[in-house]
């Protein structure tokens, strides 16, 4: 397995001659579905400088090969956004050229992060966000694998545009569009629905009236008529806000904010991942575990959607949970403890301050939920 590793890697490196001409390709520190990334130097420099570089799949839409590339150009160098240096190309290959900086794994700071720490993180995440969102441009695939910290030249990175898109103020329903969106057919398989033990009925909320099935184990022939409805839904499952797991069709840099809300949760509860989110119906299924199924079915509602559930889901103290996650991973909480949620003794790690900021993060409700601007102004963060 390791010499087949081995073999992909030597090949990958080739496809580009001119690399091999000005770059010793030290060692592969990434891979992502899209593209697998390396340690260089330049040949003809003391080695000091080091570069980062990312070949992406031959398969890769020219397109998206574009819009990451423009975005690293216009946007990156600042803030901690990632710049680029150089873009190659050989026939399908396209190599782009980074500075490298060397960075710590999540699960190794994840758990003993301090409260100073956790500001200056959020504070270098969301300066980041800031800048991109002015931009009018959405990352869409916030996660700690794509914000890079080193943790001890406390350096933070934003890198991987692969799946940004560019979104403009639709004015006359003022509402927010995205700009050459990928529309994914919508498709939700019956058995997916039926492997939770919380069920959803999700359905737009205008065919409520109209149809006869509405809640019903049975889909009637008008639905069955319908056209699927598509919906923007690149992300990482986990990190998915609720306007994208609910196929809302305008999604807005609303969604980055979210994803940085789960990653602020996992600092706070030393948890990741925090949510599994197998498929989208179980993701829904877990924040609701969280907020509950009244202010899930508000936000659906707003979204111009219907969920029901079987059963009432009350919500849990965002504060109690976090507490007890961070015992129980510490290896501090009472082996019969484990399974409920009331408020533990010992005294929390981070203020209540930080609570009120992640739960601003992790509104809901896409259109009051904090911007990067309002979130680095938090009391959280200024204190
Ligand atoms: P993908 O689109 O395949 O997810 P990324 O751009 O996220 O590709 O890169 C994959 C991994 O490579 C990152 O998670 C990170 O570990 C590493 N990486 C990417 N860019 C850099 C960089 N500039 N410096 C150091 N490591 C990097
Ligand atoms: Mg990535």
Redesign the pocket.
């Known amino acids: 397995m390791k010499k087949d590793n081995d073999e992909n890697n030597v090949t990958v490196k080739n496809t580009v001659p001119l690399i091999k001409d000005l770059f010793h390709i030290h060692k592969k520190?990434?891979?992502?579905?899209?593209?697998s990334?390396f340690l260089a130097t330049l040949k003809l420099s003391d080695g000091s400088k080091k570069f980062?570089l990312?070949y992406l799949v031959p398969t890769r839409h020219p397109e998206k090969i574009e819009r990451e590339l423009q975005c690293m150009q216009q946007i990156g160098g600042k803030d901690y956004v990632?710049g680029l240096e150089l873009c190659l190309r050989s026939f399908e290959t396209v190599v782009f050229v980074?500075?490298?900086?060397r960075?710590n794994k999540f699960a190794e700071y994840v758990q003993d992060m301090t409260v100073q720490e956790t500001k200056d993180y959020m504070i270098a995440l969301l300066t980041a966000l800031r800048r991109v969102h002015k931009f009018n441009i959405i990352h869409r695939d916030v996660k700690p694998?794509?914000f890079?910290y080193d943790r001890h030249n406390k350096r933070y990175?934003l890198?991987?545009f692969?799946l940004a898109q560019e979104y403009v103020i639709e004015k006359k329903s003022n509402n927010l569009k995205l700009l050459n969106s990928e529309a994914q057919v919508t498709k939700r398989k019956r058995s997916d629905e039926n492997s939770l033990n919380v069920s959803f009925n999700i359905r737009k909320k205008s065919t409520e009236e109209k149809c006869y099935c509405f809640g019903k184990a049975k889909v009637c022939s008008l639905c069955m008529s319908r056209s699927e409805q598509t919906a923007p839904r690149a992300g990482t499952p986990g990190f998915r806000a609720p306007e994208v797991l609910l196929k809302h069709p305008s999604q807005t840099p609303a969604i980055d904010i979210w994803a940085s809300g789960v990653m602020m949760l996992c600092i706070l509860s030393g948890t990741q991942p925090f949510f599994h989110s197998p498929d989208d119906c179980t993701a829904l299924a877990e924040i609701t575990t969280i907020f509950g199924s009244n202010k899930m079915q508000q936000c659906a509602r707003k979204l111009g959607k219907k969920i029901i559930f079987n059963e009432d889901i009350p919500g849990v103290d965002v504060v109690s949970l976090c507490q007890k996650l961070q015992k129980r991973n510490k290896g501090l909480l009472d082996s019969n403890d484990h399974n409920t949620c009331e408020k533990v003794s010992l005294g929390a790690q981070f203020p209540k301050e930080a609570y009120h900021f992640v739960l601003g993060l992790l509104d809901l409700d896409y259109k009051t939920r904090l911007t990067a601007d309002q979130a680095l102004n938090h009391p959280f963060l200024k204190l």
């Not at 980074?98 to 900086?101: E, I, Q, V």
Request: proline share 4%.
């Open positions: 520190v990434g891979e992502g579905t899209f593209s990334v980062a990312k990632v980074m500075p490298y900086m960075h694998s794509n890079l990175l890198v991987d692969g």
